[in-house]
């Protein structure tokens, strides 16, 4: 079978060594040249504007997430009616090993790291893939009990027979619109996460988020409720100072906010579900730390919390870190991905709203009160200028940051070395 394998980066060459490793004739394309060093030898590679020449011949067309479908190569690829699988699609149908699978707008990673901690600490062999960085197709031929995938959007929408026994559903909320075209399609896209399972298969998700709730509707598998808030019956969330999952009260540390026990919970019905025990659950939760860039504490001076959000990269994210906090001098601005930033600035809680980046005017303008910045050390000194004691000065972009950072992880770097560096003089 001749493949063409679109996008060369980290998702793209695991699908080339698997696709060859299965004897498939395997050509590559990347619109950067660059991105093809190291391939060239002994397969086909394409780069540049794309030519649909190159598709004669191909039987199947595998594409990297970070490929649009309204990109020329895939847009070719569907018009002449061959199949297009994603990366998630083609791994999985060279895995026997249960899957335990979580998408979301937001918290994704979070939970897949709970779920495998979970499972670690239960005495299972598992490991986490997909969007978190290793890709599923490296786990092919792998003596694990159990993955957890971290699934996007971009990694579901072209799956086909991709059968994950748990899934995940925690949030849906508009994001990634300028890859999707509109908030349908991108819900359309997280549903998929559920549309090979049965009644044998679990789908968990917050029933709190009207996104999810629209999102797991008609799924055929057994669903399981969960939230930050309450038990819902049949389901997990908080109860007696503790989690309630299943039969069992899980201890949570009593500080624990909303969004933690609504992760905690979702973690824990679907760990559950594949073999892990409520002890397991019980010490994983005792010893998690989130990952960086989500709610972390840089420190507190004279009364003032400063807090790197960084990875709150949408809406939908920022405006929960600031419910998380109480009044609030608000960084935000960014690369803008085609979504109504307003609502972060009309937050009630917000004292004042400091713009970076290319939508940094949006946020202003939408602000009671608003300063506009050149950057992020200006950000930093200026936030400090009208902090008071009993504030939160709260790194909670709301966009990409591609316009002035290489990640959202380099973003909260930054402005936690401006801040230490301010208020510590290093």
């Not at 005792?286 to 009364?303: I, K, L, M, S, T």
Request: aromatic share 4%; with cysteine; hydrophobic share 45%.
């Amino acid at each position: 079978m001749k493949v063409l394998v679109v996008g060369a980066a980290v998702s793209g060459r695991a699908a080339v060594r698997l696709l060859e490793e299965q004897g498939e004739q395997v050509a590559v394309y990347d619109a950067d040249p660059g991105a093809l060093e190291g391939l060239e030898e002994g397969r086909r590679v394409h780069s540049g504007s794309f030519d649909p020449a190159w598709l004669q011949g191909v039987d199947l067309v595998v594409t990297s997430p970070g490929v649009p479908e309204h990109a020329p190569p895939l847009r070719a690829a569907l018009e002449a009616g061959l199949t297009v699988w994603g990366e998630l699609e083609l791994a999985s149908r060279h895995l026997t090993v249960p899957l335990l699978a979580v998408t979301g707008t937001n918290g994704k990673t979070t939970v897949t790291q709970m779920a495998v901690a979970m499972l670690h600490a239960s005495g299972r062999r598992a490991a986490a893939v997909g969007n978190i960085g290793v890709p599923l197709a490296d786990a092919v031929g792998a003596d694990w009990e159990v993955l957890v995938v971290e699934a996007s959007s971009f990694q579901l929408r072209f799956t086909s027979s991709f059968h994950p026994q748990a899934a995940v559903l925690l949030n849906v909320a508009p994001d990634h619109l300028d890859w999707h075209g509109d908030f349908d399609s991108y819900l359309a896209a997280k549903a998929r996460i559920h549309r090979n399972q049965g009644p044998e298969d679990v789908l968990v998700y917050d029933a709190d988020d009207a996104g999810a709730r629209r999102a797991v509707s008609g799924a055929r598998s057994r669903l399981l409720p969960v939230s930050g808030h309450r038990c819902p019956e049949g389901g997990a969330g908080p109860e007696g100072g503790g989690l309630l999952v299943g039969d069992g009260l899980v201890e949570v540390a009593a500080a624990a906010d909303p969004i933690f026990l609504v992760d905690a919970a979702a973690a824990a019905g679907a760990a559950l579900f594949l073999g892990a025990t409520p002890t397991g659950v019980t010490a994983a939760l005792a010893d998690f730390r989130p990952p960086h860039h989500r709610r972390e504490v840089v420190g507190v001076w004279d009364g003032v919390t400063w807090v790197d959000d960084s990875k709150a990269t949408n809406p939908h994210a920022a405006v929960a870190a600031i419910r998380s906090c109480g009044p609030v001098v608000l960084i935000a601005g960014g690369r803008n991905k085609g979504l109504d930033v307003a609502a972060i600035s009309a937050e009630p809680s917000l004292r004042h709203v400091i713009g970076i980046g290319e939508a940094g005017p949006e946020m202003v303008a939408a602000a009671r009160a608003g300063t506009l910045v050149g950057g992020m050390d200006e950000a930093v000194a200026l936030a400090d200028r009208l902090a008071e004691p009993g504030d939160t000065v709260l790194l909670a972009p709301g966009c990409a940051s591609f316009d002035m950072f290489h990640s959202y992880a380099h973003r909260g770097e930054v402005f936690a070395v401006a801040v230490r560096r301010l208020k510590e003089g290093r």
